[in-house]
């Protein structure tokens, strides 16, 4: 029975190691589809803690660069996910150099604040990816690509079944006809479009707003404004819907 005892003794006196506290972590935040399933996946894993949305606003139309949506749809989407945004301002036409000045502000805020990761939603484009890796090189902070790799046919009908929603803002009309500006980004759509575009619209063929799914706490209500073309792209502007509208 002694035996026994110190036997037990010894294990109440074996230290267990803490755990490890998560990454703070930035998201790259587009205002569309894969950023936003980027902050879900990324809310699954115990080693980050997303602590802000990092969005480039063209600071001469008040809208998110490239996807042109709207900053009071960007702030909703914000309010949703229950997170700050890291609002960060271009000009408009934005040199190479100025956009990275930019971002080196936003790093260095990020590396005084402890944070010490920035994830992205790049899909499989390597040269994107050895950009932005190069881009953080030295800065103290740690690129994560969560989507990095997916099969894209999969993992835009995972987000679609798992609630996301979300709308097409933006088309290349060269890789994709011009109609598809404005649509649901769902199952419809997925079976609809031609052969050879990639489904997450990777290359550039589409850009989306998510304003619902399992990352989000409440829906950002839309309503679709008019549709236009601009520099080679086809726009469908989206705004906030009315409260009515919402509820």
């Known amino acids: 029975m002694s035996s026994n005892l110190g036997r037990q003794d010894r294990l109440a006196c074996v230290s267990v190691p803490p755990r490890s506290e998560p990454r703070r972590a930035l998201l790259s935040w587009s205002s569309g589809k894969d950023s936003a399933w980027s902050l879900h996946v990324l809310r699954q894993r115990a080693e980050v803690e997303v602590v802000g949305l990092v969005t480039t606003v063209n600071e001469t139309h008040g ?4 996807h042109a949506v709207r900053e009071a749809l960007l702030e909703c989407q914000a309010q949703a996910a229950g997170l700050p945004l890291w609002r960060v301002p271009i000009p408009s036409p934005c040199s190479n150099a100025q956009y ?5 502000r936003v790093l260095a805020r990020a590396v005084a604040e402890g944070i010490r990761a920035m994830a992205f939603g790049d899909l499989f484009l ?3 990816r ?3 890796e190069a881009r953080l090189a ?9 989507l990095w790799g997916l099969p894209t046919n999969g993992l835009a009908r995972t987000m679609v079944r798992a609630g996301l929603r979300a709308r097409i803002t933006c088309v290349d009309p060269a890789q994709l006809p011009a109609h598809f500006a404005g649509r649901e980004f769902d199952e419809t759509l997925l079976t609809t479009l031609p052969a050879g575009v990639d489904p997450c619209g990777e290359r550039g063929e589409f850009h989306t707003f998510a304003y619902a799914g399992p990352m989000f706490r409440s829906v950002v209500g839309v309503q679709s404004g008019e549709t236009v073309e601009r ?3 086809v726009f469908a502007d989206l705004t906030p819907a009315s409260e009515e509208a919402v509820s």
């Open 126 to 128: 390597e040269d994107i």
């Open 63 to 66: 809208r998110v660069a490239m």
């Open 100 to 104: 990275e000045e930019a971002m080196e």
């Open 138 to 146: 030295g800065t103290g902070i740690e690129p994560i690509f969560p």
């Open 130 to 132: 050895r950009y932005r």
């Open 231 to 233: 520099d080679g792209f």
